[in-house]
């Protein structure tokens, strides 16, 4: 598995530029960043993404966590680690809550959002999650959802959730393009730099879709 300072390093060899290498590290956080949160789909091939339609979640940041209802408000943050892809929204009693598709569909069933009772749908939306009813008493709700990938800091950190033999290709590959694109592109666009790196990178993305269960890809659009 790829440490960070192994990361670092390969990418230093393909910018070899003292003046951006203090910078590698914070572009290579920034990629796994990116890919746990979703890239437009290469699915249909590098020059065609699929329109509207991200990569998946990364099976690796899928989590469990818990909210606290408010009494007089229908809605609470969402978890601190919270990155996407609200899959499971399970009452106090173990009950499946209804997620909806949008908050515009949401606040069309709900448009005064001051329901008073059970909470029977909810919608995730900016970081918050709303729902009606509004309880009497505050309920605990239990989320299924990808977190946030935990950037590295020291040497010997790893990519979290980045599959393992993919960590080199995507992130070095994608730290060189970001770098390129700080050092050489200008007003007559990218340079060859920039584009031999943007393309392997993506072509390394596109591996990684295809490696990720059939599954978690149809849960992409949520």
């Known amino acids: 598995m790829a440490t960070f300072e192994s990361l670092i390093a390969r990418a230093n060899v393909l910018v070899d530029d003292d003046s951006i290498l203090d910078s590698l590290g914070d572009f290579i956080n920034q990629g796994v960043s990116e890919i746990a949160g979703g890239m437009p789909s290469l699915l249909d091939g590098i020059e065609n993404p699929i329109p509207n339609t991200l990569t998946p979640p990364l099976p690796e940041l899928f989590t469990i966590g818990t909210v606290n209802t408010a009494t007089d408000a229908a809605f609470v943050s969402m978890p601190i680690n919270f990155h996407r892809n609200l899959q499971l929204v399970v009452s106090s009693t173990g009950s499946e809550i209804d997620i909806a598709d949008s908050l515009i569909e949401f606040t069309e069933t709900y448009p005064l959002l001051n329901k008073s009772g059970k909470v029977s749908e909810v919608a995730e939306h900016g970081n918050k999650l709303y729902y009606q009813g509004i309880p009497t008493n505050s309920e605990t709700l239990t989320l299924h959802y990808y977190r946030k990938p935990?950037?590295?800091?020291?040497?010997?950190?790893?990519?979290d959730g980045i599959p393992e033999h993919l960590q080199i290709s995507l992130l070095v590959n994608f730290a060189a393009w970001i770098?390129?694109?700080?050092?050489?592109?200008?007003?007559?666009?990218?340079?060859?730099?920039?584009?031999?790196?943007k393309n392997l990178f993506l072509e390394a993305l596109r591996t990684f879709e295809l490696t990720i269960p059939s599954y978690t890809r149809g849960l992409m659009l949520r």
């Open 179 to 197: 770098a390129y694109k700080q050092l050489e592109d200008g007003i007559e666009g990218e340079t060859p730099n920039t584009i031999k790196y």
């Open 150 to 159: 935990i950037d590295m800091v020291n040497d010997t950190d790893v990519p």
